[in-house]
């Protein structure tokens, strides 16, 4: 069965600093993994996607995201932290065509950003 | 382009009372889900709808859970009789068609369920 799984209940970075959100995953064959953000009250906003191609995914908000398949990896980045980036942060997999189409997330990461 | 629509937005009941859940998709989303999601967890997968069929229903609790999308438009999720442990936020999501695998999902507010 496909997983995720978020290490970090919690990433404290501050302002203006890099941050990673970190994620790894299992499935079989060529995964399909999502991030998403929450912000207080809300619903889940998509970030970004890889599906296939270049290892490092752009998307919205200045966010992008390396796929390492070796490590199984799935990493959440941003070159520079902002205040407002302070949110919970999910990774999610789908199986490839073939698989159970099911859209699995991680518990889950509460990334907070200091002034 | 109007976004997922779920009502109400919170919910306080007492264990053993029955409760519903209202979701209406973004339009021409063929695709419905509903999820679970327990304080300090991520979303869990309840249900799956594409169009008026159920397309996933494994981890759905049918004892006291059930779902319809009789015209496969809007869906209502209803819990009866609730226990403590079903106190939770409640999502709804569409995609546009579901089976292309690498579609990102829409989210609703979600409802959000205290049982007492």
């Known amino acids: 069965a496909q997983s995720v799984a978020q290490p970090e209940d919690q990433v404290n970075v501050a302002e203006g600093n890099p941050l990673t959100v970190k994620c790894t995953y299992s499935?079989?064959?060529?995964?399909?993994l999502f991030w998403y953000v929450q912000y207080p009250n809300r619903g889940l906003q998509f970030l970004l996607k890889?599906?296939?191609?270049?290892?490092l995914v752009k998307g919205s908000y200045g966010f992008e995201a390396e796929f390492n398949k070796s490590q199984t990896s799935f990493h959440l980045k941003k070159p520079s932290a902002l205040v407002s980036d302070s949110a919970l942060y999910f990774c999610?997999?789908?199986?490839?065509?073939?698989?159970?189409?099911?859209?699995?997330f991680g518990r889950g990461t509460s990334l907070i950003v200091h002034p | 382009e109007a976004g997922v629509a779920q009502s109400p937005r919170y919910k306080i009941i007492e264990k053993r009372q029955s409760v519903a859940f209202w979701c209406n998709p973004i339009?021409?989303?063929?695709?419905l889900y509903w999820y679970q999601q327990i304080l300090g967890q991520g979303p869990k997968l309840l249900i799956q709808?594409?169009?008026?069929?159920?397309?996933?229903d494994s981890q759905l609790p049918k004892d006291r859970f059930s779902a319809e999308r009789l015209k496969g438009v809007d869906s209502t999720l209803k819990i009866q009789p609730a226990k403590l442990e079903d106190s939770a936020v409640y999502l709804c999501?569409?995609?546009?068609?579901?089976?292309?695998?690498?579609?990102?999902?829409?989210f609703g507010s979600g409802t959000q369920l205290s049982v007492l």
């Open positions: 709808f594409q169009n008026n069929g159920v397309v996933d």
């Open positions: 339009s021409g989303h063929a695709t």
């Open positions: 999501a569409s995609s546009q068609q579901g089976r292309t695998t690498n579609e990102k999902l829409f």
């Open positions: 999610a997999v789908r199986d490839p065509p073939g698989g159970s189409y099911i859209p699995t």
């Open positions: 499935v079989s064959g060529n995964p399909y």
């Open positions: 890889y599906i296939t191609g270049d290892n």
